[in-house]
């Protein structure tokens, strides 16, 4: 039974909390978290975690059955370090190798992929690659306000991977998740979270919207093609303008002095393509807002500010319903969450306390 038959993966906005889950929550977590997996891979293979795992609504669901708070930004964080710790001793047996976490074990992602890749003679650039490019486009290509603290990466021994990573914002309490499927992917520059197509929540800088193309040429011109001094002069004559309040970059947070580095680097590099251009060493945010505002007031080339959120938990939890709810994919879900809880190798007091919090879930509907 396939999940999300839409192909949909995605976005989720969840408030933003403190703290961490209790040891014997966490504990059982792993617990459930084990079983369930197991149960998956045996009867679907390790390709329908990532599946799985890249849908917003079902890792929601998955969170929930696992125990812990359905809208908080804690269950992405927590959810995955259960499933990490859940499946550790048992990564070769079932195929799924996770890397990466929350902060500081987030960067560590690319050593453990590597140390698994070598394990199981997998060439792990192209693994790497697809971290790096996956944080690099939800910071510096998708620029919306949050600030990315999680990353978590996960695969399988044929080189199937997904991504769950999620980053926060400070100024409205909230964190947001975005979800990644490498078979679903074509064009890491190009709708990467593949078919999202929802009502904007907000006014962002999306150079990965498919209406940003031409931005995305313009843009990787003028870094390659356009010699530093140029673009410098163009930077500080846009600073003299007064922007209307609803644009979404301030020509207050252009600093033509602080890029001129970068646009060196991007010059004598000479990238052919948006997604090489971010790729490169030191080209972030600002250098991109700089080329986008260049782009579209002396070029006439418009970036998209389309949000590409698919739905949003920011008004959901018991008072709520999150927005939009395909109805299909939600009882598929809750169906087979109950299926692997009463296969799953647990006590019947565990398992009622797991249908407890199902049934909890599935009155939010």
């Given at each position: 039974?396939?999940?999300?038959?839409?192909?949909?993966?995605?976005?989720a906005?969840?408030?933003?909390?403190?703290?961490?889950?209790?040891?014997?929550?966490?504990?059982?977590?792993?617990?459930?978290?084990?079983?369930?997996?197991?149960?998956?891979?045996?009867?679907?293979?390790?390709?329908?975690?990532?599946?799985?795992?890249?849908?917003?609504?079902?890792?929601?669901?998955?969170?929930?059955?696992?125990g812990?708070?359905?809208?908080?930004?804690?269950?992405?964080?927590?959810?995955?370090?259960?499933?990490?710790?859940?499946?550790h001793g048992?990564?070769?047996?079932?195929?799924l190798f996770?890397?990466?976490?929350?902060?500081?074990?987030?960067?560590?992602?690319?050593?453990?992929?590597?140390?698994?890749?070598?394990?199981?003679?997998?060439?792990?650039?192209?693994?790497?690659y697809?971290s790096?490019?996956?944080?690099k486009?939800?910071?510096t290509?998708?620029?919306?306000?949050?600030q990315?603290?999680?990353?978590?990466f996960?695969?399988?021994?044929?080189?199937?991977?997904?991504?769950?990573?999620?980053?926060?914002?400070?100024?409205?309490?909230?964190?947001?998740?975005?979800h990644?499927?490498?078979?679903?992917?074509?064009?890491?520059?190009n709708?990467?979270?593949t078919a999202?197509?929802?009502?904007?929540k907000?006014i962002?800088?999306?150079?990965?919207?498919s209406?940003?193309?031409?931005?995305?040429?313009?843009?990787?011109?003028?870094?390659?093609?356009?010699?530093?001094?140029?673009?410098?002069?163009?930077l500080?004559k846009?600073?003299?303008?007064?922007?209307?309040?609803?644009?979404?970059?301030?020509?207050?947070?252009?600093h033509?002095?602080?890029l001129?580095?970068?646009?060196?680097?991007?010059y004598?590099?000479?990238?052919?393509?948006?997604?090489?251009?971010?790729?490169?060493?030191?080209?972030?945010?600002?250098?991109?807002?700089?080329?986008?505002?260049?782009?579209?007031?002396?070029?006439?080339?418009?970036?998209s500010?389309?949000?590409?959120?698919?739905?949003?938990?920011?008004?959901?939890?018991?008072d709520?319903?999150?927005?939009p709810?395909?109805?299909?994919?939600?009882?598929?879900?809750?169906?087979?969450?109950?299926?692997?809880?009463?296969?799953?190798?647990?006590?019947?007091?565990?398992?009622?306390?797991?249908?407890?919090?199902?049934?909890q879930?599935?009155?939010?509907?």
């Open positions: 039974m396939p999940v999300n038959p839409s192909g949909r993966t995605g976005i906005y969840l408030p933003l909390h403190s703290g961490k889950a209790p040891s014997w929550l966490f504990q059982r977590m792993v617990k459930l978290a084990r079983e369930i997996s197991i149960i998956i891979i045996e009867e679907f293979g390790p390709e329908e975690i990532l599946r799985r795992l890249s849908d917003p609504f079902w890792f929601q669901a998955f969170g929930c059955v696992l812990f708070d359905w809208h908080s930004s804690g269950l992405t964080t927590t959810v995955c370090g259960a499933l990490k710790e859940g499946v048992l990564e070769k047996e079932l195929g996770i890397a990466g976490g929350k902060g500081g074990v987030a960067r560590q992602t690319p050593l453990e992929i590597q140390k698994w890749a070598e394990k199981l003679s997998l060439e792990p650039q192209r693994l790497v697809a790096r490019m996956s944080a486009v939800d910071s290509a998708l620029q919306d306000g949050y990315l603290y999680h990353h978590c996960i695969f399988t021994r044929t080189g199937k991977w997904a991504v769950i990573q999620q980053g926060m914002n400070n100024k409205n309490n909230y964190a947001r998740r975005y990644w499927l490498g078979e679903k992917l074509s064009d890491f520059v709708e990467p979270h999202v197509h929802a009502q904007a907000a962002v800088l999306n150079l990965v919207a209406e940003s193309a031409s931005a995305r040429k313009t843009i990787t011109e003028i870094s390659s093609t356009q010699r530093p001094e140029i673009t410098l002069s163009n500080e846009l600073k003299t303008l007064k922007l209307p309040a609803r644009h979404q970059i301030e020509v207050n947070d252009i033509p002095e602080s001129k580095k970068i646009l060196i680097s991007t004598d590099n000479q990238p052919d393509n948006f997604e090489r251009l971010i790729s490169l060493q030191g080209v972030g945010p600002k250098t991109i807002r700089a080329l986008s505002l260049i782009s579209e007031l002396i070029y006439g080339v418009s970036p500010y389309r949000d590409p959120a698919v739905f949003s938990f920011a008004h959901g939890g018991k709520g319903i999150p927005y709810i395909d109805r299909q994919t939600y009882d598929r879900s809750i169906e087979l969450l109950a299926r692997l809880i009463s296969r799953a190798r647990l006590s019947l007091i565990e398992k009622r306390e797991a249908f407890g919090r199902l049934d879930f599935r009155s939010f509907k």
